[in-house]
T-cell receptor, first 112, second 114 residues
């Protein structure tokens, strides 16, 4: 049972344009959503998160949007830079849960 | 350096063998989590330990076991290895449960079963 899904395995974007990564979830009890970034040969690193009581959180070039009615969140990167090329994982935390549930990841490639 | 140390970085072993993966959490963190990332798969939760006690279990196979020691380091034991066990195994740590910033991952152990 995949509670968090990233339906796009890969995405290619021109440098300077906007990158939009999408994530869907099924469990309405999730209270926090997170995005992680992973470079090859490294572990995932935390990027940005959003509480379920908010619909937007912004940190520099990164913005996460949450649409609770659609059970959908997205990560916007503007402007995209070559260093943003990585695998991005969406994750969710249930209230009082002892773990994060991760999606399958989306490989983002920024082309010069 | 995230502060979470995983050893070894790479491991190649034969089917039917047993291996032990080791994780040292970040200083001050009491929780250790183990995840498996197979080819084209997301991060699959295996198990969570807090201060030596098992707190949550995911889809961990019976051939797999883990423990957290008094010095808080953790070991993941994989036995009767099969080709399908080839994967990246990540350890992560946090102070308690997953915070609003999640937890901190190590760089992983790449296991190849031949």
């Amino acid at each position: 049972d995949q509670q968090v899904k990233q339906n796009s395995p890969s995405l290619s974007v021109q440098e300077g344009r906007i990158s939009i990564l999408n994530c869907d979830y099924t469990n309405s009890m999730f209270d926090y959503f997170l995005w992680y970034k992973k470079y090859p040969a490294e572990g995932p690193t935390f990027l940005i998160s959003i509480s379920s009581i908010k619909d937007k959180n912004e940190d520099g070039r990164f913005t996460v949007f949450l649409n609770k009615s659609a059970k959908h969140l997205s990560l916007h990167i503007v402007p995209s830079q070559p260093g943003d090329s990585a695998v991005y994982f969406c994750a969710a935390r249930g209230r009082g849960a002892q773990k994060l549930v991760f999606g399958q990841g989306t490989r983002l490639t920024i082309n010069p | 350096d995230s502060g979470v140390t995983q050893t070894p970085k790479h491991l190649i072993t034969a089917t039917g063998q047993r291996v032990t993966l080791r994780c040292s959490p970040r200083s001050g963190d009491l929780s250790v989590y183990w995840y498996q990332q197979s080819l084209d798969q997301g991060l699959q939760f295996l198990i969570h330990y807090y201060n030596g006690e098992e707190r949550a279990k995911g889809n961990i196979l019976e051939r797999f076991s883990a423990q957290q020691f008094p010095d808080l380091h953790s070991e993941l034991n994989l036995s009767s290895l099969e080709l399908g066990d080839s994967a990246l195994y990540f350890c992560a740590s946090s102070v308690g449960g997953p915070s609003n910033y999640g937890y901190t991952f190590g760089s992983g152990t790449r296991l190849t079963v031949v």
